[in-house]
């Protein structure tokens, strides 16, 4: 689902891979470098003993969250596949296939695990190493069997046969129907309630990995800034980015968008060049420990227009303004109003005409979760909830302007992860 770059160093060609989100892939593959590194990547050392991984401990207590919200919400089970949040849970690594492998998380009981045959080692293997303990059950199927069957056993056998069972949103249709079909006396729902009602408020061990996921994206997208040059394809700037991730210790990178590709909120394929006064908009991220990153900047290389400038003001003015309207009680959609009414106020209106999109997403383990900063909203913030904060002006055919920092909810108001860039030509402070 992220995405990722992958740059040429001193005279290797390099792919474009997926990683830190679905907006950070530029299109076209990377095009072949020649030469030593720009002083500003050759710079970079790595910051990965910065990082403070989470442990049992704390998914231990994530567990007896879950079941203390599956009780409130009536909730006999959980059902989870492979995905983020089996690897919140579990720290079990398990990518989604036509084979079930699943996890049953029964509000009171031990949980059980149905897993295909032939991958029972490498699925005891991360069992031991989870905080569910040596008495989870697990229940395998050969090929010519069926999950589902087991699914359904495991659940009778704890008395559930006739409960209601949460399954985890990103969980394949067919996989929640071969289940009901298994045991049609079984209540199927969204498990939602459950597993975003534990994600979307982040620890401080959580919070200590985003910011540092923050601060290696900031200090990339500086290091590949400086190393800028006219005439550098947008593949060739966005591998920059890429390089500078990895020597960080990193995998992560970023979308980069030239002229009027940057009115296209998530960009173009159309092969693109940057020229001194033409505006970029970069869009990406990284994860560190699991946790993720998101960040836009807005730059230009050379000089700006006064027109570039006035928009930036107010693209700066609606960050800033969704960032003191967030604080704990405050309707989520409140958030985006906060935004969106000073872009109108200054003639980029009405509603999505120039501002398209929400002014933000949750953000932690996914770059994209739970809960949506958007109209209709009506979720309370509350301390340790995490955002992007991305207003932004998309003039078409023109130009477009978007500065995004990750927020968090604190006990009194909301701070930025990163600071805020305050120029369209000295993102950084500095020109390069």
């Known amino acids: 689902m992220p995405s990722r770059r992958e740059f040429l160093g001193t005279a290797s060609a390099v792919l474009v891979s997926t990683a830190a989100h679905p907006r950070a892939a530029p299109p076209g593959s990377?095009?072949?470098?020649?030469?030593?590194?720009?002083?500003?990547?050759?710079?970079?050392?790595?910051?990965?003993?910065?990082?403070?991984?989470?442990?049992?401990e704390e998914?231990?207590?994530r567990l007896d969250q879950a079941r203390r919200l599956m009780a409130e919400t009536r909730i006999d089970a959980l059902l989870l596949a492979g995905g983020t949040s089996l690897r919140y849970y579990t720290n079990i690594e398990w990518g989604l296939s036509e084979?079930?492998?699943?996890?049953?998380?029964?509000?009171a009981g031990d949980a059980f695990l149905v897993c295909p045959a032939f991958e029972r080692d490498r699925a005891m293997e991360q069992v031991a190493a989870s905080p569910l303990g040596?008495?989870?059950?697990?229940?395998?199927?050969?090929?010519?069997?069926?999950?589902?069957?087991l699914v359904a056993d495991g659940l009778r056998t704890r008395g559930i046969a006739g409960g209601t069972l949460g399954v985890e949103e990103t969980m394949r249709y067919v996989f929640a129907d071969g289940v009901t079909k298994a045991l049609?006396?079984?209540?199927?729902?969204?498990?939602?309630?459950?597993?975003?009602?534990?994600?979307?408020?982040?620890?401080?061990?959580?919070?200590?990995?985003?910011?540092?996921?923050?601060?290696?994206?900031?200090?990339?997208?500086?290091?590949?800034?400086?190393?800028?040059?006219?005439?550098?394809?947008?593949?060739?700037?966005?591998?920059?980015?890429?390089?500078?991730?990895?020597?960080?210790?990193?995998s992560g990178g970023a979308g980069v968008q030239v002229g009027p590709y940057s009115a296209l909120p998530h960009g173009s394929t159309t092969p693109q060049t940057i020229r001194d006064g033409t505006i970029l908009l970069i869009d990406g991220g990284c994860s560190v420990g699991g946790y993720a990153s998101d960040l836009s900047r807005t730059f230009v290389l050379g000089t700006a227009t006064d027109k570039m400038k006035r928009v930036f003001d107010v693209e700066l003015r609606a960050q800033t303004a969704a960032l003191k309207a967030a604080r704990p009680g405050v309707e989520c959609q409140a958030v985006d109003a906060a935004a969106r009414r000073l872009i109108e106020d200054a003639g980029f209106g009405p509603g999505y005409r120039y501002f398209t999109h929400r002014v933000g997403h949750g953000i932690g383990m996914d770059g994209h979760e739970w809960p949506y900063l958007v109209k209709g909203n009506?979720?309370?913030?509350?301390?340790?909830?995490?955002?992007?904060?991305?207003?932004?002006?998309y003039i078409r055919g023109?130009?477009?302007?978007?500065?995004?920092?990750?927020?968090?909810?604190?006990?009194?108001?909301?701070?930025?992860?990163?600071?805020?860039?305050?120029?369209?030509?000295?993102?950084?402070?500095?020109?390069?």
């Open 30 to 56: 990377v095009e072949p470098q020649q030469g030593p590194l720009p002083p500003s990547i050759a710079a970079l050392t790595s910051w990965r003993d910065r990082m403070r991984p989470i442990g049992n």
């Open 59 to 61: 998914r231990a207590a």
């Open 99 to 107: 084979r079930l492998l699943a996890l049953v998380l029964p509000h």
């Open 134 to 149: 040596p008495r989870t059950e697990v229940l395998t199927w050969e090929e010519d069997e069926s999950p589902y069957r």
């Open 184 to 250: 049609p006396a079984l209540t199927v729902t969204s498990g939602t309630p459950v597993t975003a009602g534990c994600r979307m408020v982040k620890s401080k061990a959580e919070l200590d990995l985003m910011r540092l996921a923050s601060s290696v994206t900031l200090r990339a997208y500086e290091a590949a800034y400086r190393a800028l040059r006219p005439g550098m394809t947008q593949t060739e700037f966005a591998a920059l980015v890429r390089l500078a991730h990895e020597r960080l210790g990193f």
């Open 378 to 393: 009506t979720l309370p913030l509350a301390p340790g909830m995490t955002f992007s904060d991305e207003p932004g002006i």
């Open 398 to 432: 023109g130009f477009g302007v978007r500065l995004e920092d990750d927020m968090v909810i604190t006990e009194n108001g909301a701070e930025l992860l990163t600071p805020q860039s305050l120029s369209l030509e000295a993102p950084f402070g500095t020109r390069p």
